[in-house]
């Protein structure tokens, strides 16, 4: 992450985000597949071996909508010229992954108190079932596994685009790492300072 500032000197949180190009590897048509699509393969290092076949490290396959024309042919590159400067983009990727945490960095719980007679817990989570039904509900929070899901960060806004280097400077904060694998979907929407 980084920051810049506006044409009236406000700061803007930034994150700064390689957008090397892709590839069309394949096209599907209503014909042939019964549905359209556009296949894309990104990143030719560190191949293994079942997918030496396609050249590539990293395979996408999106859906294109009724309305819109197919416009690709195989061997297009696609890179960060598609995006203009003020777009809304949604921003989807994997989050950290933490491992197995108990429910006050989960949750967000309190805890119990420290005085009042308790002894040892102060991060646990409490009473978690009640006396009639004698059974935990499904769906109860307790400790265990955080991150390593897919979200979606949707209304983010591209501030700066250096096509040399082919990085997207993104408002805010992005899901996941650093090196993490993202999916940047334009809106087509214009944001105005």
């Given at each position: 992450m980084s920051q810049t500032f506006d044409n009236k000197g406000n700061v803007i949180p930034a994150t700064l985000v390689l957008a090397e190009p892709l590839v069309v590897t394949k096209i599907k048509t209503k014909d042939t597949d019964g549905y359209e699509s556009v296949q894309i393969g990104f990143g030719t290092k560190n191949i293994k071996k079942p997918q030496k076949k396609t050249g590539f490290r990293h395979q996408k396959e999106f859906r294109i909508?009724?309305?819109?024309?197919?416009?690709?042919?195989?061997?297009?590159k696609i890179d960060a010229s598609i995006f203009q400067e003020g777009d809304k983009v949604e921003v989807s990727g994997i989050t950290k992954a933490k491992g197995f945490q108990g429910v006050v960095k989960r949750h967000g719980f309190h805890g119990g108190p420290r005085t009042h007679g308790q002894k040892h817990s102060e991060r646990e989570p409490g009473s978690i079932g009640a006396t009639a039904p004698q059974r935990v509900f499904k769906g109860t929070r307790m400790a265990g596994r955080m991150g390593?899901?897919?979200?979606?960060?949707?209304?983010?806004?591209?501030i700066k685009i250096d096509k040399d280097k082919n990085e997207l400077w993104i408002s805010g904060a992005i899901p996941g790492r650093r090196g993490t694998l993202l999916e940047i979907v334009s809106r087509g929407q214009k944001v105005e300072n």
């Open positions: 909508p009724k309305e819109e024309k197919m416009t690709l042919n195989i061997g297009d390593g899901v897919r979200v979606k960060v949707k209304n983010l806004k591209i």
